[in-house]
């Protein structure tokens, strides 16, 4: 009896659109680097790859280009003739009005899908527990081997947004009056399931603000 052949490893495609692999605080730097160091409308994406001291071809390159993408600071992908600024690109990296920074960056945590549902869920409310929080993201197609590190993700972001406010009772999330101007949906990128862990999450540090539960 012939031996069936071993199916080959499984592709998963997976959108930075929906939920990005690095926190904003990082992926800010593209914009800055642009901005800083080129001063022009368009650039280049391997100059700006080389200006943060990463190879163009390299997973982190790729991972932090379409995580800028994602958040709405960028427009053009790693593998695009030229990568460009956007408003709130520009708004967060050299704002002209007091708070207007602040404004936008509110507004970039709100553009990837699956963390503008979770922050307006909880817009007004106690941050959820761990667990909560854990299998909501499942509910919404995470890998469980992968929601830990997305709720950093999502932690660290609203601590450095300054959507959090802290009391004795805990955590609560406050957007404000941000409004979502519009929801730009980055490629889907396809990956090996093997590199899912590099190309899709970056180990964020833990962030100790936002109690864990």
Sequence with gaps: MAKKKKSSPSRKYLSQSEFPGITLERAIQVAQSIWSNFKANKVQPQEVAQSLDLAPSSIAWRNLCSSSAAYGLTIGGYGAD???????GRRIVAPIEEGEDRDAMIESILKPRIMREFYQKYNKAKFPSDEIAKNWLVSFGL????TQEALNILKENAVFTGITHVNKAGAFVTLG????KSVNKSDEISIPERFESAVFFSSPKENSLIPQA
Excluded: S
């Design 82 to 88: 030229n990568i460009a600024l956007t408003d709130i």
């Design 143 to 146: 890998p469980t081997t992968r």
């Design 177 to 180: 009056n941000t409004v979502i």
